[in-house]
């Protein structure tokens, strides 16, 4: 991938830089957010140590996924950034419908194709004064080789159609969606964007379980989110707001 031929193709305004190889892109940016004096992506042609949420590993080969990270500053500081990972799927996934890839939001996180899991979203923040930097870490699976998959352990999707593609176009296109929707959400928060992750909601109205370390916390019929990104799901004892935390959802038969 070529970071200049990126920035060119890209209508976002943001310097990219590509490395052949790193541990993980948001622990690179992390410890470059104090220096950083605008928005940066970082993407790295092969990730040896990727994070995903609760401290699960991300596993990827090379040559077969996205995996980058983008640096965003926000004014308001870190209590203005609720909700900010599932504005980042909404981004993501309405980036890759205009692809013409379908794809559908599980909360709070991940990308889902054909209900297995296709990418994930790992935000992580740094105060920085009155404001805040997030860092957006995404893993997006674009072909599966079946000893990867079997490393993982359970079905993973892939996009094979877009691993076809151009990678610095697709790179470009991807940054685009998710710039104006950062600058969006640095405007509005997530109320702009609750009702469309409401639309691309994999489990709307079905049975699911709310797990924390094995345990299981709650279960309902899942309704959506609110404008604060919380779940909403409605039980025997009424609705509850879930916050995300460290829990999981899990489809009910499963």
């Not at 470059?32 to 940066?40: D, G, K, M, S, V």
């Not at 889902?112 to 004064?129: F, N, S, W, Y």
Request: proline share 4%; aromatic share 4%.
């Amino acid at each position: 991938m070529n970071a200049a031929r990126i920035a060119a193709l890209s209508r976002a305004g943001v310097a990219v830089e590509v490395v052949p190889e790193t541990g993980s892109t948001n622990a690179d940016l992390l410890a470059r957010a104090a220096q950083l004096e605008a928005p940066l992506l970082l993407i790295a042609e092969h990730q040896t140590a990727g994070r995903g949420r609760a401290g699960r590993s991300w596993l990827s080969a090379p040559g077969h996924s996205l995996t980058f990270s983008l640096a965003w500053r926000f004014d308001g500081g870190l209590h203005a950034l609720t909700g900010l990972p599932l504005a980042v799927g909404v981004a993501l996934a309405e980036t890759l419908g205009r692809l013409g890839q379908h794809v559908q939001l599980k909360w709070p996180n991940d990308l889902l194709k054909d209900g297995d899991k296709l990418a994930g979203i790992l935000v992580e923040t740094q105060p920085a004064g009155g404001a805040a930097w997030a860092i957006v870490g995404i893993g997006l699976n674009l072909a599966m080789p079946d000893e990867l998959e079997a490393r993982i352990g359970r079905a993973v999707a892939a996009v094979p159609w877009l691993a076809r593609m151009d990678r610095d176009t697709l790179m470009a296109a991807v940054l685009d969606g998710l710039a104006q929707a950062l600058r969006e959400f640095g405007a509005k928060g997530f109320a702009a964007f609750s009702a469309r992750w409401n639309l691309l909601h994999a489990y709307q109205g079905q049975p699911v379980t709310i797990i924390d370390r094995g345990e299981v916390l709650h279960e309902g019929l899942a309704a959506g989110v609110d404008d604060a990104g919380r779940l909403l799901l409605d039980t025997e004892q009424g609705r509850v707001r879930i916050v995300a935390g460290d829990v999981s959802l899990r489809p009910k038969n499963t």
